[in-house]
């Protein structure tokens, strides 16, 4: 009885052994199954920061400038960030941000400068401060990370309120790398905000995005691949247009990857750091473009890109990209990236940003609908270029 009792576990064992194993293995035929429907992600935007390091350092300062802001009660709305501009030296790019904030009465300037001043002090790393001018009135900090300088910070005070303007200021907001995750492409069509959705060929979904874009009375882009600093390494996906190509090939991958994406009423680049920098090359797509009535907007992969500045001289519509609302995915530092976005739009009276299908950049977005239906205007992208 003690052996038949024990073969009868034994039997049990092998048997819950042998359904576990056939669950695994039918999650994992799923998954290899949905992904072979779906397709596989390509990366998002060429990130140009070159250094990580620097990157990190740059967003260390962005925070010890934000807290010291907040720390010293210095409102949001007196909080300006005047440019933020693609700069590249000895091999490293990053984004010059100028900033400029001016003082309510009965805060001190001094006391808010070496709030910012401790905090940036404080930070490990090569990060240094150095106070260009400082007065009662007004002082300004040129800020170094890596002996690089990447941020210029105004304080002005005696109370001057900026001016305002007469409108609520324009941003628009394109998502771009759609045409994989169709269920997080719908989600952000679903938003009560006029997104620009930006669409790459040749994806599972390219046409199944762009279709529901339209129906939802959204404004559907091409996001063209163009070919990276560090191609073929760094792969922007099928339908990319070479350095290498001639004005033919050229023209041939363009009309394939239009007629890939229906709908759609603008293009951007998607990576390209190194054929936005050719004028010659760019000219072609722009030509093209142009013919077809369609818009660019130069996502700016790149601080040497000369894309926006040929489509300016072709007098084609045209604009270019401001922030990466997304390149950082921490709560903290998508906070300051869209405060920065609605700074340059409540001082320049609009601005463009980019973000990705990320469930950050969505969670990002549903926040912020309050402060869009009251502060400013989210547009169509084709309201914006020139």
Same mark, same amino acid.
């Given at each position: 009885?003690?052996?038949?009792?024990?073969?009868?576990?034994? $039997?049990?064992?092998?048997?819950?052994?042998?359904?576990?194993?056939?669950?695994?293995?039918?999650?994992?035929?799923?998954?290899?199954? *949905?992904?072979?429907?779906?397709?596989?992600?390509?990366?998002?935007?060429?990130?140009?920061?070159?250094?990580?390091?620097?990157? *990190?350092?740059?967003?260390? !300062?962005?925070?010890?400038?934000?807290?010291? %802001?907040?720390?010293?009660?210095?409102?949001?709305?007196?909080?300006?960030?005047?440019?933020?501009?693609?700069?590249?030296?000895?091999?490293?790019?990053?984004? %010059?941000?100028?900033?400029?904030?001016?003082?309510?009465?009965?805060?001190?300037?001094?006391?808010?400068?070496?709030?910012?001043?401790?905090?940036?002090?404080?930070?490990?790393? +090569?990060?240094?401060?150095?106070?260009?001018?400082?007065?009662p009135t007004e002082t300004t900090f040129y800020i170094y990370c890596t002996g690089l300088f990447t941020h210029r910070l105004n304080l002005v005070g005696d109370g001057i309120s900026l +001016?305002?303007?007469?409108?609520?200021?324009?941003?628009?907001?394109?998502?771009?790398?759609?045409?994989?995750?169709?269920?997080?492409?719908?989600?952000?069509?679903?938003?009560?905000?006029?997104?620009?959705?930006?669409?790459?060929? %040749?994806?599972?979904?390219?046409?199944?995005?762009?279709?529901?874009? *339209?129906?939802?009375?959204?404004?559907? &882009?091409? #996001?063209?691949? &163009?070919? +990276?600093?560090?191609?073929?390494?760094?792969?922007?996906?099928?339908?990319?247009?070479? $350095?290498? &190509?001639?004005?033919?090939?050229?023209?041939?991958?363009?009309?394939?990857?239009?007629?890939?994406?229906?709908?759609?009423?603008?293009?951007?680049?998607? &990576?390209?750091?190194? %054929?936005?920098?050719?004028?010659?090359?760019?000219?072609?797509?722009?030509?093209?473009?142009?013919?077809?009535?369609?818009?660019?907007?130069?996502?700016?992969?790149?601080?040497?890109?000369?894309?926006?500045?040929?489509?300016?001289?072709?007098?084609?519509?045209?604009?270019?990209?401001?922030?990466?609302?997304?390149?950082?995915?921490?709560e903290h530092a998508l906070k300051i990236q869209m405060e920065r976005l609605l700074s340059l739009a409540k001082h320049r009276g609009q601005a463009i940003g980019i973000g990705h299908p #990320?469930?950050?950049?969505?969670?990002?977005?549903?926040?912020?609908?309050?402060?869009?239906? #009251?502060?400013?205007?989210?547009? +169509?992208?084709?309201? $914006? !270029?020139?």
């Amino acid at each position: 009885m003690g052996k038949k009792r024990k073969k009868k576990r034994e $039997l049990k064992y092998v048997l819950i052994a042998f359904c576990s194993l056939a669950i695994v293995l039918a999650i994992l035929i799923g998954y290899l199954w *949905r992904l072979e429907k779906e397709g596989s992600p390509l990366p998002y935007e060429e990130v140009y920061a070159t250094s990580e390091r620097l990157s *990190r350092e740059i967003r260390l !300062v962005d925070r010890a400038i934000s807290d010291g %802001f907040h720390a010293a009660g210095v409102p949001p709305e007196r909080i300006v960030f005047l440019s933020v501009i693609p700069r590249h030296k000895q091999g490293f790019h990053w984004d %010059f941000t100028s900033i400029r904030a001016t003082i309510p009465r009965g805060h001190s300037v001094v006391r808010v400068g070496d709030e910012i001043k401790g905090r940036i002090s404080a930070l490990t790393g +090569p990060v240094e401060i150095t106070a260009i001018k400082q007065a009662p009135t007004e002082t300004t900090f040129y800020i170094y990370c890596t002996g690089l300088f990447t941020h210029r910070l105004n304080l002005v005070g005696d109370g001057i309120s900026l +001016p305002q303007r007469s409108s609520r200021p324009k941003v628009g907001i394109i998502i771009d790398d759609l045409g994989y995750d169709r269920s997080l492409a719908n989600a952000f069509i679903e938003l009560d905000i006029p997104l620009t959705l930006s669409v790459l060929p %040749f994806t599972p979904n390219s046409r199944a995005v762009a279709q529901r874009a *339209r129906q939802e009375g959204r404004e559907a &882009m091409l #996001h063209l691949p &163009m070919e +990276p600093i560090n191609y073929p390494s760094v792969n922007p996906g099928d339908g990319v247009l070479l $350095l290498s &190509m001639d004005e033919k090939t050229i023209q041939e991958v363009l009309e394939d990857d239009l007629t890939q994406t229906p709908f759609i009423v603008g293009v951007n680049n998607h &990576m390209g750091s190194r %054929f936005t920098e050719s004028e010659e090359k760019i000219t072609i797509v722009l030509k093209e473009l142009k013919k077809r009535n369609l818009y660019f907007v130069d996502s700016r992969t790149t601080s040497g890109t000369v894309a926006f500045k040929t489509a300016q001289k072709m007098a084609m519509k045209a604009a270019k990209r401001d922030i990466f609302l997304d390149n950082d995915l921490s709560e903290h530092a998508l906070k300051i990236q869209m405060e920065r976005l609605l700074s340059l739009a409540k001082h320049r009276g609009q601005a463009i940003g980019i973000g990705h299908p #990320h469930q950050e950049t969505l969670n990002l977005l549903r926040k912020y609908q309050p402060s869009f239906a #009251h502060e400013i205007e989210v547009v +169509p992208v084709s309201s $914006l !270029v020139n």
